[in-house]
């Protein structure tokens, strides 16, 4: 098969301890084969998984590899992308079930065929950086210096402690007062994914979130990140040394959002695309009341390196009850070919 794609799935809720990822594939992006689960070995609840395609390695970062480490490097790879939660769970009696607070361990894993895969390795932990859960949302970048760049975020597992007291079965998560609670950062590799290191943390306003943070890297080497954020808009943030600074995060006025994940993408040189919901927390149906939603999903068009933006497709403007339209992950087909 040409594509894989992959995705959490769980019975009853997020954050049940059956969530796990499941994987399609197809030839031609309109017909997909059944679904399977990915056996990744798990004690809990898996979140977001993502997806990157590594192409073989270059002359210029060939250096010390052995002969089988090069065999395989060769190749191009499929890396994929996840969290595991290991605690911050508590009852949900209506459900059924218990839950997870999003993120937890992000893990790696690796394949030649998207069948089989290597054995899980934790790349930034749970415990590191006083406890707090990490999580992730959109894949990586290769910056034009061979780093790897990873967009993640620490979780506020704080709303799931503060429900302990409705369960007769809760695991509190122990986080640091000093923790870096709430703040998104970046992961990089210098070697392909073989070690991460945390690069900078992004500057956010007083009393706005952000979360799940889309990268691209510009055409005069800038990177430049936007995100779903609790503030009503997209934010977004650029780093001018490769991700080991970035500026602070201001909002796109003409880019509202619901508290919900976006999509950004390269199409061409000078080109950006970017899918999203264009509302802000509610939206109002033909009688005038606000609906909690997600809808209008657009897609974005901007020439100037992300500074203004025009709509160029509506994708789903309807209104329907208990129904979102949302998530969106954007690929280039041509441009993701090999990397």
């Not at 990268?215 to 977004?236: A, C, E, K, P, W």
Request: some cysteine; glycine content about 8%; overall charge positive.
């Amino acid at each position: 098969a040409k594509y894989i794609a992959v995705w959490q799935a769980a019975k009853r809720v997020a954050g049940g301890k059956d969530m796990h990822v499941r994987a399609t594939v197809t030839d031609d992006l309109t017909t997909w084969q059944p679904t399977w689960q990915i056996p990744l070995p798990q004690s809990g609840a898996i979140w977001a998984p993502v997806l990157f395609l590594l192409g073989p390695k270059s002359s210029a970062y060939e250096s010390g590899s052995d002969a089988m480490e090069q065999r395989v490097e060769d190749q191009s790879r499929i890396m994929l992308l996840y969290t595991e939660s290991s605690s911050c769970i508590r009852d949900r009696p209506k459900l059924g079930d218990q839950a997870y607070a999003p993120g937890g361990d992000i893990k790696l894993v690796w394949s030649l065929d998207g069948e089989t895969w290597t054995k899980p390795v934790v790349i930034h932990s749970q415990e590191a950086e006083g406890g707090v859960p990490k999580v992730i949302a959109n894949r990586p970048i290769l910056l034009d210096n061979g780093v790897l760049l990873l967009p993640f975020w620490r979780e506020d597992p704080s709303p799931i402690s503060r429900k302990c007291q409705l369960s007769k079965t809760c695991n509190k998560c122990q986080v640091s007062s000093k923790a870096p609670v709430g703040i998104s950062g970046t992961l990089l590799s210098k070697d392909r994914g073989a070690t991460w290191h945390t690069g900078g943390n992004i500057k956010q306003p007083k009393s706005v979130l952000l979360l799940e943070g889309s990268v691209v890297q510009l055409g005069n080497h800038d990177i430049l990140q936007l995100f779903r954020s609790t503030g009503g808009y997209i934010y977004m943030s650029r780093s001018t040394d490769r991700g080991q600074h970035w500026s602070t995060a201001t909002p796109i006025e003409s880019l509202p959002n619901p508290g919900s994940k976006i999509g950004l993408e390269i199409m061409a040189p000078n080109l950006l695309a970017l899918g999203y919901n264009h509302h802000s927390s509610a939206v109002l149906d033909e009688s005038g009341n606000k609906i909690p939603t997600r809808s209008r999903l657009r897609i974005a068009l901007s020439a100037d390196n992300g500074m203004t933006w025009k709509t160029a497709v509506k994708l789903e403007e309807k209104l329907v009850p208990q129904t979102k339209f949302h998530y969106p992950t954007l690929l280039n087909l041509h441009r993701n070919r090999h990397s």
